[in-house]
């Protein structure tokens, strides 16, 4: 018997009253109805509303009897009345009894990717915990939920922020050239001017431009989902435009836009009637349009044309990278940038006194109908990038020796 894919879906942001539950309750039904089997798994503080919106009344064995061994997994699953969906409620205590020393987190999650379910969807709440944010790291997709509210908005950016400084803190644990700059970052901010990623990679660079190198492959593989709930209306999209623009701006983060869902009055009372949702409702319309933008992202050969029809080309060309060295006596500005259809190149120059003394371009490494291009590209600007830096550093650079 062929394996089953297992995902694991995470339900974040950081603030209470966005309305996540309902969009995990919602994901989890929609992806049922797909014929993907998925679990739901409540994991928030703020009570049981999961398993009400999934229309179960009736307590049982929770997921902390299945930790502490008072239960078995069959005991603690529950059918919904959603044919392939089914419950795990009572698992708000997880997170807290993760001791971060223990490698009690990734049992958890290696129990979850285990269940029997091709997908499973869980509801966090709104903690942003230093074992929330592990746990939103440790998940194959985390979709950030965020409401056209100004509050919701800075506590959606800050949970960003928050989980991928918390990111490289873990896998870059022993490293304490990282850690030290993390730790300025975090506990001494720049009051008068907002320090964004590039700043980091260039204080870190200067002493340790190896770890610098790795800790920007990291961040260029943390793509975070986000998604607008209790919209007015599709202009409200612009929400998640701003928080996708802070977060490459600042964190160099690329946030993936995979929604928009309407304010319905209609939906407040579904959690107190405790009955399924409606199936061929708008919410269900819109959640669906999310769910599959979710998958076209994270499983292109599901989603891909059929063979010998053209791709749609790579038109937006890639944000560029900047540094700026003291090297031997001299103030110099290294920047990469993507030249995009017009020049399939990449192209990274050094400045100095506002003229260029080196310059190197390296060919698009596929053609731009590859759908696995942009990563590609990514991967070689930030190669390229920190190639120049450290051959500036170590005098490899002619042009830049002395004379």
Not at 21 to 45: E, H, N
Request: hydrophobic fraction near 40%; include cysteine.
């Amino acid at each position: 018997m062929q394996s089953r894919r297992r995902n694991l879906w995470v339900i974040g942001g950081g603030k209470k009253g966005v309305g996540k539950t309902l969009v995990a309750a919602s994901i989890s039904m929609v992806l049922a109805r797909m014929g993907k089997p998925a679990i739901a798994v409540d994991a928030s503080t703020e009570g049981t509303n999961l398993q009400n919106y999934l229309g179960i009344t009736q307590a049982g064995p929770s997921f902390a009897d299945l930790l502490e061994n008072r239960a078995s997994e069959k005991d603690v699953l529950k059918n919904t009345a959603e044919p392939g969906l089914r419950l795990i409620a009572g698992a708000s205590g997880m997170l807290g009894m993760a001791n971060p020393q223990s490698g009690q987190r990734e049992r958890i999650v290696r129990f979850l990717a285990g269940l029997d379910a091709e997908y499973v969807v869980v509801d966090l709440g709104a903690a942003s915990s230093p074992h929330t944010l592990d746990f939103f790291n440790l998940c194959d997709e985390g979709i950030l939920i965020v409401t056209p509210d100004p509050l919701s908005m800075h506590h959606a950016y800050d949970f960003v922020r928050r989980a991928l400084y918390r990111n490289i803190q873990r896998k870059f644990a022993s490293v304490h050239s990282v850690q030290a700059v993390l730790k300025e970052f975090v506990e001494s901010p720049d009051a008068s001017r907002p320090r964004t990623m590039m700043d980091f990679y260039e204080q870190l660079c200067s002493t340790d431009p190896s770890s610098a190198d790795k800790v920007a492959a990291l961040v260029d593989n943390y793509r975070p989902h986000i998604l607008v709930n209790m919209a007015s209306s599709e202009q409200d999209q612009r929400v998640a435009e701003i928080i996708q623009s802070a977060s490459k701006k600042f964190l160099n983060v690329d946030l993936h836009s995979c929604g928009l869902i309407l304010s319905d009055p209609r939906v407040g009372g579904t959690a107190r009637q405790t009955v399924p949702l409606e199936p061929d409702g708008a919410l269900a319309k819109q959640v669906r349009q999310s769910v599959q933008s979710i998958l076209n992202r994270t499983l292109p050969e599901e989603s891909s044309p059929a063979a010998g029809a053209e791709r749609p080309p790579l038109t937006t060309p890639i944000m560029g990278l900047n540094h700026n060295l003291f090297v031997r006596g001299s103030a110099l500005h290294v920047q990469t940038e993507d030249m995009g259809n017009s020049g399939k190149c990449v192209i990274t120059q050094v400045f100095s006194d506002g003229e260029i003394v080196f310059s190197i371009k390296s060919e698009y490494p596929t053609t731009n109908t590859d759908p696995g291009t942009r990563t590609r590209l990514a991967e070689l600007m930030r190669k390229q990038h920190f190639d120049v830096i450290r051959d500036i550093e170590n005098g490899r650079i002619s042009a830049l020796r002395p004379a």
